[in-house]
């Protein structure tokens, strides 16, 4: 995820990072290369050209331009559908800890509040490296127990094991009569709230956009791109490779950014920062328990936070 301060009017034409342009810089040289050879054949005599009225052109890209809005405003929704569900994490393990620090009753052999909060901070590292199709790594597995680390690495949904082992822990801790019927239920509610957030995130990664749709706009894109240059070379002369890069840029941007939006945690520019998220429960979570040494938070690097 790119974090910047606000632009400076004349920054705004030279920042690369962070932007869309590297990751399309191929096809809008294509599109303008071939403007210039339409433009120097049609100049020789090679061809003639009829000219098109502008109002062709400029009726299939307000058409192209309003499906490819509809395009990246559903996957912004993916995109901010997950944020919200990453804080959602952060707000009901917290809420967890908490409750599991001030209403079990302590017990010098059986520290179960800690427990649930070294739990609570495997479950964000977990989650992020579920999210990411990564191994679960020993970020997450060292908060565990030596002998629960083998089991929780070998599952197929670490979080989800790690929720269960806390409802256990809970359940001990009610059947020992350290934990009152009513906050048992409202701890459950909490690892209910984890759980769906959980199971939320893992359908928005397991369900891309329609392919169907995506493959729609690429198509009418490059089409309308790589045709301009035939409508235009008559008309506008030299000035069509510009006037067909700025146009190519605005497409293929907006399909550019629309993917990795919609696909908020695959690592790219516009990812979700996972990373900083787990490591932020982390930090409030050691703080809530009365520790002090504490890891440093995730800040950006060359403006990406991860």
Not at 90 to 96: D, G, K, Q, T, Y
Not at 193 to 211: D, N, Q, V, Y
Not at 226 to 231: D, K, T, V
Not at 264 to 277: E, G, K, Q, Y
Request: charged share 20%.
């Amino acid at each position: 995820m790119i974090v910047r301060d606000r632009l400076a009017p004349w920054e705004v034409f030279l920042v690369v990072r962070g932007s869309v342009v590297p990751r399309i810089a191929p096809q809008i040289a294509a599109v303008a290369a071939l403007s210039v050879l339409v433009v120097w054949a049609q100049q020789h005599g090679w061809f003639v050209l009829v000219p098109v009225a502008p109002i062709a052109l400029s009726t299939i890209g307000a058409a192209l331009s309003i499906f490819a809005a509809f395009r990246n405003a559903a996957c912004y929704e993916r995109w901010w559908e997950a944020r919200k569900l990453m804080g959602l994490i952060v707000i009901e393990a917290r809420s967890l800890v908490r409750l599991a620090r001030c209403h079990i009753t302590s017990d010098p052999r059986d520290d179960t509040a800690g427990r649930i909060a070294s739990r609570s901070i495997a479950f964000g590292y977990l989650t992020r490296d579920l999210l990411r199709d990564k191994p679960s790594g020993d970020e997450g597995l060292h908060h565990l127990a030596e002998e629960e680390r083998a089991s929780i690495r070998a599952a197929r949904n670490a979080p989800n094991r790690v929720l269960d082992a806390i409802s256990r822990d809970i359940a001990r801790g009610a059947a020992d009569g350290r934990i009152a019927p009513q906050m048992v239920l409202a701890l459950e509610e909490r690892i209910a709230g984890l759980c769906h957030a959980l199971t939320s995130l893992e359908r928005i990664r397991a369900t891309p956009m329609p392919f169907a749709y995506t493959l729609l706009l690429h198509r009418t894109a490059y089409l309308f791109c790589f045709l301009m240059p035939f409508g235009l070379a008559a008309s506008a002369g030299w000035w069509t490779p510009l006037l067909t890069a700025l146009v190519s840029y605005t497409f293929f941007g907006l399909d550019a950014m629309g993917e990795e939006l919609g696909s908020p945690f695959v690592l790219s520019a516009n990812c979700l920062p996972l990373d900083a998220i787990a490591r932020a429960l982390e930090i409030s979570i050691r703080e809530s328990m009365g520790e002090t040494a504490l890891p440093e938070a995730i800040k950006p690097e060359r403006y990406f936070l991860a």
